[in-house]
């Protein structure tokens, strides 16, 4: 990774819930990177995204966003943030194209130009009342309304949850493209390992209000690998650090965070057939790291 | 805010229908429907815009917009301030260009008045009370409040039942002596006193 400024900083950040902790202890984000928040329901995503929103006030710990505290400073870093929520709320009995003209009064950058093109390529009528509108429809709109400002960075709390494949699909292009062409920094949270797969630049595996993991994608999918080996074949010290350790009738698996580590002392039993190497995904990463060793 | 001024509206128009229809001598109903009028302001408009903030989850749609709370709060304050001042203002307006004795008008410039205060006072309150619980919760303790309420009139006849006439002597007189240019200065303070509370609430 570069190195360029973070735009984002969390300092050992703490809310306490009841039967609930967020406690991170360290999260950055350079600009112009996207950043994906994985972990199970309850893992503290929305906390982490509504505490960078103000929407919800941490405990201590230090937030810097853009080099202001959001608690300090909300409105200016709403006014440079696009947000879209995991449920969007509108006023019902309203068109469209009053709620962008409602949104647009409130930021110092609206561009209506191209809030009207964002309609126009998402097919969103401006006529039609925004309780009209399908779920897909709502999440087109909404993020019309996020990106219609300029906002330097996009928040988005599980943005594609119970949308149609299609939709989910074009949603995830758009914000890779906005991150590729304009620079822009993307937070994304999701539970749905597939959509972070496809757009994220980072991850971040949270658990019971924890972050586990941090780095980079492409890092994290080289350096965890499953293996498939022959009983007695790996040393020990290997096989002890495995996760998810399985025996089975024909061999063992487990999967291991160190693979390039270790990838030598593997070379001779892949060559001879007893060792096999298994590309994991984030999902599987995901169990292995909630289900531990 | 559109309920706000079709309230408004309707009080204003009501008033000058009745005032022209009834004519002087009927000025005492005219006057005490005014100022209940007045009073409904807070559970009309404030409570049906916070019914329907509650229904379409208003302010988590203004929470993720660059807004404070405080701005939030000062907008809703600020439109019910204007809106009693409105109405009070016609309603004074109206009646001072009515035959009242000069001793009848200071009792009139008062209840209006008062019911001006009482209805910052309720909006006031209702706003700590709908930020604080909810609106769900509130309106369910206000609905009770008033059934309570309901029994005012039974206590006040059962302790007041051989002073009556004393009792509604003593309030008109005090109404009738109300040193307005020292109350209003406090209900306005007071009023504010109560928005700085809505807006920590709030924040």
């Known amino acids: 990774m570069d190195e360029t400024e973070n735009i984002l900083e969390f300092k050992n950040v703490q809310k306490k819930y009841k039967g609930f902790a967020l406690d991170v202890m360290s999260l950055n984000l350079p600009q112009g990177y996207i950043l994906g928040l994985i972990g199970p329901n309850g893992a503290g995503k929305t906390t982490t995204i509504k505490i960078l929103m103000n929407m919800v006030k941490r405990d201590r710990g230090e937030v810097r966003l853009f080099g202001l505290d959001p608690q300090r400073n909300p409105k200016q870093i709403k006014n440079r943030v696009?947000?879209?929520?995991?449920?969007?709320?509108?006023?019902?009995?309203?068109?469209?194209?009053?709620?962008?003209?409602?949104?647009?009064?409130?930021?110092?950058?609206?561009?209506?130009?191209?809030?009207?093109?964002?309609?126009?390529?998402?097919?969103?009528?401006?006529?039609?009342?925004?309780?009209?509108?399908?779920?897909?429809?709502?999440?087109?709109?909404?993020?019309?309304?996020?990106?219609?400002?300029?906002?330097?960075?996009?928040?988005?709390?599980?943005?594609?949850?119970?949308?149609?494949?299609?939709?989910?699909?074009?949603?995830?292009?758009?914000?890779?493209?906005?991150?590729?062409?304009?620079?822009?920094?993307?937070?994304?949270?999701?539970?749905?390992?597939?959509?972070?797969m496809r757009t994220a630049d980072l991850v971040t595996f949270l658990i019971e209000g924890k972050i586990v993991l941090t780095s980079e994608k492409d890092e994290l999918l080289s350096n965890w690998k499953k293996i498939h080996y022959k009983k007695g074949i790996l040393d020990t010290a290997i096989v002890k650090s495995l996760k998810r350790h399985k025996d089975h009738a024909f061999g063992s698996s487990g999967v291991t965070d160190r693979y390039l580590e270790i990838k030598d002392s593997l070379v001779q039993g892949i060559t001879e057939g007893v060792v096999k190497i298994e590309n994991v995904n984030l999902d599987d990463i995901l169990i292995s790291l909630v289900k531990g060793a | 805010m559109g309920y706000f001024i079709g309230y408004c509206c309707l009080i204003l128009i009501l008033t000058a229908i009745l005032r022209v229809t009834l004519g002087n001598d009927h000025a005492v109903p005219l006057v005490l429907i005014s100022g209940i009028l007045i009073i409904l302001m807070v559970f009309g408009p404030v409570f049906f815009n916070e019914q329907y903030e509650e229904k379409h989850k208003g302010y988590d749609f203004l929470d993720i917009l660059p807004v404070?709370?405080?701005?939030?709060?000062?907008?809703?304050?600020?439109?019910?301030?204007?809106?009693?001042?409105?109405?009070?203002?016609?309603?004074?307006l109206l009646f001072s260009v009515s035959k009242v004795a000069p001793n009848d008008w200071n009792l009139v410039r008062s209840y209006i008045l008062m019911s001006g205060a009482g209805c910052l006072f309720f909006a006031a309150l209702s706003y700590i009370g709908i930020f604080s619980l909810g609106y769900t919760k509130f309106a369910m303790i206000v609905m009770s409040f008033f059934v309570l309420l309901g029994f005012v009139p039974i206590l006040i006849m059962k302790f007041y039942r051989d002073n009556m006439d004393a009792l509604i002597e003593n309030i008109l007189a005090f109404l009738r002596h109300v040193n307005w240019l020292a109350v209003i200065p406090l209900v306005l303070t007071g009023y504010l006193g109560l928005m700085f509370i809505a807006i920590k609430i709030k924040e």
């Open chain 2, 68 to 92: 404070n709370a405080s701005e939030i709060v000062l907008a809703k304050f600020g439109l019910i301030l204007i809106t009693v001042v409105i109405t009070v203002g016609y309603l004074l």
């Open chain 1, 82 to 196: 696009g947000y879209l929520g995991e449920e969007q709320h509108f006023y019902g009995n309203k068109t469209v194209a009053w709620t962008g003209n409602f949104v647009s009064t409130f930021y110092d950058n609206w561009d209506t130009n191209m809030f009207q093109s964002l309609l126009t390529s998402f097919q969103i009528s401006r006529t039609k009342k925004t309780r009209e509108l399908s779920k897909g429809m709502k999440v087109r709109f909404s993020l019309a309304l996020a990106l219609s400002h300029h906002p330097e960075l996009l928040i988005l709390d599980e943005p594609t949850a119970g949308l149609d494949p299609v939709i989910r699909r074009e949603v995830l292009e758009l914000l890779r493209k906005k991150s590729k062409n304009e620079g822009k920094s993307v937070i994304i949270s999701s539970h749905i390992t597939d959509d972070i």
